[in-house]
């Protein structure tokens, strides 16, 4: 039971220090998908759950000029 608590804990850990970093701009998708230890689809559903912006609206800007 301990060690199901503390793997259950250090997996939510990874998991909010992955999205701090994607949200800083530290790391990229992959990355953070790597530091939390799933895969980019499980990932991409923790951040739509948690309504959490990751891309930055500098980049967005700049990527819808690059396309104009």
Request: net charge positive; no cysteine; charged share 35%.
């Given at each position: 039971?301990v ?31 790597e ?34």
């Amino acid at each position: 039971a301990v060690r199901r608590l503390l793997y259950k804990s250090l997996q939510m850990w990874r998991e909010e220090y992955a999205l701090k970093l994607l949200t800083e701009g530290k790391i990229t998708l992959l990355k953070a998908a790597e530091v939390a230890g799933s895969d980019v689809w499980e990932l991409i559903a923790k951040i739509k759950e948690k309504k959490i912006q990751w891309i930055g609206d500098e980049s967005i800007e700049h990527d819808l000029a690059a396309f104009r």
